[in-house]
Each structure stands twice: as C-alpha cells, then as structure tokens.
C-alpha cells in the first residue's frame, strides 16, 4: 500500500496528528457543554488547528534504512 518506508512514517505521523486533533476537539466540546460563557472556544480551536495544518505534513519521527 505504501511505496516506501518513508511513506510509512509520513503516514504515522498525519494519523497521531489527526487523533491529538479528535481529542483536543472532543475535550473542547466537553469544555463548552459545561461553560455557557464561552460558545466560541470550540471555534477558536478549530481555526488553531487548521492554521498549523501546514506543518503537520512534515515527517515528526525519524526515517532510516529498512531492517
């Protein structure tokens, strides 16, 4: 499915990124059900994120020669 190892890790990586997303997302929503004062945390949230997408596509772990 992936043409190399480097694809792999690249992989990995966007799919970690994409699960810390969910999460800081689900605890934002858990936040605002509880906080009436603040209807728009969730928005703010969503623009951070999608704000650093960019770098998101950049490998975090390190790549080496197949064992």
Known sequence: ???TEYD???????LAARR???KAI???QAIQAQT???PSLL????????TRSPQLAAPRGKVGAAA
């Open 26 to 28: 689900r605890m934002a």
């Open 1 to 3: 499915m992936y043409a």
């Open 8 to 14: 792999l890790v690249v992989a990995q990586d966007q």
């Open 43 to 50: 928005n703010r949230l969503i623009l951070t994120l999608t």
């Open 36 to 38: 009436t004062e603040r």
């Open 20 to 22: 810390d997303e969910m």
